[in-house]
């Protein structure tokens, strides 16, 4: 069946260090990823999204890489700060009418200063 | 900024009563989701909403669920006969196309 899941279900960064968040994805149909951010008893928030034509897109302090070949996706954050501290999702979108999203299981991301 | 709201914020409910969670989505927008989160797992999705019809639903969506938007501005998640097993957040989400906006959730206790 159709799954997206996450290498590292915890990780432990310094202030300042980039953190690297890794995903795999099993549906080569899928077309289009976002990455959300959800903090402690809030709903997920979109961080960046990235579209299957793409291998890398760049947003405020935060980079996506898209590995279509490994099915890979991978989220940077440069000088990672306390706010970031958060689970992190990777969503896919099979496309199709509905535009429904797979979530992976998520990892938190601990940022010690 | 517009965003999804959701009432209520929490909610505790007996076993086999019904429960309508309701939500509020951005006004512009044509599709809207529900999706669940039982506590410590990923986020799943439930049932799509467009033009007042769903368009796709879940394993989990059983006959016990049903959705509706009464009016022109919410969208509701009614559960039947609730079961132990329901105990999550729900989240209702909203977009006109793509990126899929979430509302604050509802945490649904069922005891």
């Known amino acids: 069946g159709e799954s997206v899941g996450l290498h590292l279900p915890t990780l432990s960064v310094q202030e300042g260090d980039n953190s690297i968040i890794n995903c795999a994805y099993s549906?080569?149909?899928?077309?289009?990823f976002i990455w959300y951010k959800q903090e402690s008893g809030k709903g997920p928030q979109f961080i960046i999204d990235?579209?299957?034509?793409?291998d890398k897109r760049q947003g405020q302090r935060v980079t996506v890489l898209l590995n279509k070949t490994v099915k890979h996706l991978s989220l940077q954050i440069a000088a990672t700060q306390p706010g970031d501290s958060a689970v992190y999702f990777c969503?896919?979108?099979?496309?199709?009418?509905?535009?429904?999203?797979?979530f992976g299981t998520g990892t938190l991301l601990a940022v010690q200063p | 900024e517009p965003e999804v709201t959701q009432t209520p914020s929490h909610q505790v409910t007996q076993m086999g009563q019904e429960v309508i969670l309701r939500c509020v989505p951005i006004?512009?927008?044509?599709?809207f989701y529900w999706y669940r989160q039982i506590l410590g797992q990923k986020v799943e999705f439930l049932v799509s909403?467009?033009?007042?019809?769903?368009?796709?639903k879940s394993e989990i969506f059983d006959d016990q669920f049903s959705v509706e938007r009464p009016d022109g501005s919410n969208f509701t998640l009614k559960i039947r006969s609730t079961k132990l097993e329901d105990s999550a957040m729900y989240f209702c989400?909203?977009?006109?196309?793509?990126?899929?906006?979430f509302g604050p959730g509802t945490r649904l206790t069922v005891t």
């Open positions: 989400a909203s977009t006109d196309r793509f990126e899929q906006y």
């Open positions: 549906n080569s149909a899928s077309d289009y």
């Open positions: 006004s512009n927008h044509l599709y």
């Open positions: 990235i579209r299957s034509n793409m």
């Open positions: 969503a896919e979108n099979t496309g199709g009418a509905t535009n429904k999203l797979i």
């Open positions: 909403f467009y033009n007042n019809e769903i368009s796709e």
